[in-house]
């Protein structure tokens, strides 16, 4: 018999190997969580996994999902936006990248009306990611700029992270939704500017629409497209935010108005039918319950790690620390970083922000800005393989010639901008801080 | 000796002041008792969402998986409608009242009674002290102002707003906030002035109505499995039921000096208005109350007694606080 | 035997396909109730404890009634940066093993959560709100019958493994 930790560390271990030889993600979870949490600490613990998997089934906040994914998937039954991602690269013209520049511009306007990543990753994914193939874009660029475009919405406020992070770290909801808007749009920013700067580098990997094709498309032509495929997904973005903004909708409910919205617009297309609002509802069942499946696997995990004080883990770990403030801030950003390798953000959070917290805030660091250098760091957590939530939601509605390596390949770059924004965040804390100062939030 | 291990969840998240953390919270709670016990009872502490999501608790507790949790009994209301009682009822007894009916009223008798069928007992172990009636956008100036409200508020005095035309929303504390901010309701009820601050609701919303007539004295419930109990020797029942007990004060005290340093700063420097309902309102809630309570009381037994405990040992003690509290802070305090 | 396999793949197949579907009017109620509740709170102040509940009680229909259908869709997402490569003879393996364990997990599930929801229901527990739905352990037993579902639709995707697995080597050997 071996202590706890060991069958923790073991754990890990397993769940690398099942997740490598390609058992699926929700099995994987769960198997390794029994397997060690039995041999750990027998079963006792496991009868507090109803009461998880009813917390995860219960849990009001996953409302947005289906809310999300139904106009996520009308937009796409209904074809309109099949050439929204064209008309978006005749608006480029001949800039290389700016269909890609557009997805991360959609992941802003998403951002700003969900806390859900996989939500904007999946309507991302439909929308977009079969005609960014079609036009020639690199598997790999393409996957990488839909997860860190998803990604962004758990940055850009309301998002559930700061949502969590407020009640851990007992900070006002408001102030931490205002801090966040600075690095998320800086982190937005960083994104673009490094899609248009690899767009002149490599122009392969992200071609323009051929010269031929933009010149066939008249700039009236151009504009009428324009009004009918690209105006109303923004619309319904629109009308989502427009709901929270003017106090019609709490965050969580209110993309019930985006959904409502694209039925609108299919039906004033004259596309609605009573088969595609059934092929609609059914595709979103599906999405939303698979999604629900893997959380409700990694409650296993989850509550095995636990069990196995592996928390404990992280406590040795920390006890080898030189001392500092600045080496401890890192300290806990690489830990977090690390953690989201391996378990996913709700679990970090719980485990690693309690354990540094005190010791911070003894030092006299800003809570508010410690809150931001988390919420950035626990982007790269969806990103990192092998476990990282969108890069599962994004294999889950990506064309099957896109393989999960594609996808792994295509965020690296993306995860290195995260750290690069977390320096910048880092450095210039005003970043965060000036806006909850200047509205007084 | 043997040795203890057990583990206490609660229904708040781990950092939470005044549940989680400082004085008189479950944190401390097991700290005292694993000093009192020289070690002997060691309870490890998890917040909401560690082991269990918030509102698990009973039912881990009544499995055995953990032996104790920490909440509120008002939590359990879907399971046994008598739990209302222990934590607090809309026009209830004060911080002294509640515990004169708990230590010495038959109250903690009642507690073990309601929770007998379920293999569990429990005790006082904190209080909130008189909390808030809630933030406004808008003024209440009667009974009419109420109608059409849109109002945060969970539980019995959402259904006693909800009978003067107040629309109850539901929503989870992280977006209170937000949804108060941008109007999507008019009114928000949370904690009081410590609490409420740290949501920022001051932010929102400039009326803060007083005081809690929906929660006039908030119990905290240590809540334990009796199988693990009756394992406990004499020694480290006694050292629980005293270390509950310092806390039930410790708790209360620190509530009661962090409102007032929290309601000064609201009231003088973020220019929060704070004022007691009128008394026409307050007038309808209680006819409404009267209603509601009586409604399920008349539904089961065992809530009818408990309530008929309460109200029995309420009546004497408004007899007794109007000439000793009551004359005391408006006659005498100055 | 062959036939008698298939038969009852089908008939697995069937149910799970008929539950999956049925979850569609689910997810269009849930997603028209929670636009009612926006708009009608919003025109009419109007609004209800038990309506809003009625919400998430419908999210947990659809999840754990859709989730065997999803995974019988071949949904369950895996990384397949090596199962890629691997041989007709390993994947066949791997998905042999997977679908085992998936139904010791689905059978572990429902052992552990039968408890909890005969617990719920002894004591006919209701909405801990006084204006909400009354029946919460209906939403808790929820949780073993979509396990229910889960461990059967791994059955039938046992058997259906195994049968492919024997048709491609009898086919090899012609
Ligand atoms: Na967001
Ligand atoms: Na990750």
Known sequence: MFEPQTYAILMLVGFFVLLMLGVPVATTLATVGFLFGYLGFGDSLFNLLPARIYGVVAGYQWMAIPLFVFMGVMLEKSRLADDLLDVMGHIAGGVRGGMGVGIILFGVLMGATTGIVGATIITLGLLTLPTLIRRGYDKSIACGAICASGTLGQIIPPSLILILLSDIMQLSVGTLFAAAVGPGLLLAGVYIIFLLVLGMLKPDLMPPLPQAERDAVSRKQLWVRFWKVVVPP?????????????????????????????????????????????????????????????????QVFALAFRGLHGEDLIVRMFEWLPGGVNSDIWFMMALIFVLGFFIEWIEI?????????????????????????????????????????????????????????????????????????????????????WLPKAIGW | QTTFNWKMTSAYGKGSPFYMDGPGSATDLAKRIREMSNGRLNIQVFGAGELIPAFEGFDAVRAGTVEMNHANSYFWTGKSAAAQYFTAVPFGLNFQGINGWLYDGGGQELWNEVYAPFGMVAMACGNTGVQMTGWFKKEIKDVADLKGLKMRIPGLAGKVYASLGVDVKVLPGGEIFPALERGVIDAAEFVGPFQDRRLGLHKAAKYYYTTGWHESATVSELLINKAAWDKLPADLKAIVQNAAAACNVIGEAWCQKHNSEAMDDLIKNQGVIARPLPDSVIKALRTETDKVLAEAAAKDPLTKKVHDSYMAFKAKYDRWSEVSEEAYHIKVRG | MNTAAAAVVRRIEGLIDAVGRATLYLCLAMIG??????????????????????????????????????????????????????????????????????????????????????????????????????????????????????????????????????????????
């Open chain 1, 234 to 298: 923004i619309m319904l973005v629109v009308a989502v935010l427009g709901s929270i903004v003017g106090g019609i909708a709490a965050p969580t409910e209110a993309a019930s108005m985006g959904a409502v919205g694209a039925i609108l617009i299919t039906i004033g297309a004259g596309r609605f039918k009573w088969q595609v609002l059934k092929e609609v509802a059914l595709e979103t069942s599906k999405i939303t319950a698979i999604m629900m499946f893997i959380l409700m696997m990694a």
């Open chain 1, 349 to 433: 959070s719980y485990i690693a922000v309690p354990l540094f917290l005190p010791v911070l805030i003894n030092q006299g660091v800003d809570p508010v800005w410690l809150a931001m250098l988390i919420t950035v760091n626990l982007q790269s957590s969806f990103l990192t393989p092998p476990f990282g939530w969108a890069l599962f939601y994004l294999k889950g509605v990506a064309p099957p010639e896109v393989t999960i390596r594609d996808i792994y390949k295509g965020v690296v770059p993306f995860i290195a901008m995260q750290a690069l924004t977390l320096a910048l965040v880092f450095f210039y804390p005003q970043i965060a801080l």
């Open chain 3, 33 to 174: 109730l929670v636009a009612v509740n926006v708009l009608l709170r919003y025109s009419l102040s109007f609004g209800s404890v038990w309506s809003q509940e009625l919400e998430w009680h419908l999210l947990a229909a659809v999840i754990l009634l859709g989730m065997s259908h999803a995974i019988q869709r071949g949904d369950n997402v895996r990384v397949d940066v090596f199962y890629a490569d691997f041989s007709p003879r390993a994947k066949f393996v791997v998905n042999l093993v997977s679908l085992g364990l998936l139904l010791l997990i689905a059978l572990l599930f429902i052992k552990l959560s039968l408890g909890y929801v005969a617990q719920s229901y002894a004591i006919n527990e209701t909405s801990a709100d006084p204006g909400g739905i009354p029946f919460r352990w209906a939403v808790k037993g929820l949780i073993p019958v979509g396990f229910g579902l889960l461990a059967l639709q791994t059955v039938g995707a046992l058997l259906k493994l195994v049968l492919v697995e024997k048709q491609r080597l009898g086919a090899g050997h012609v």
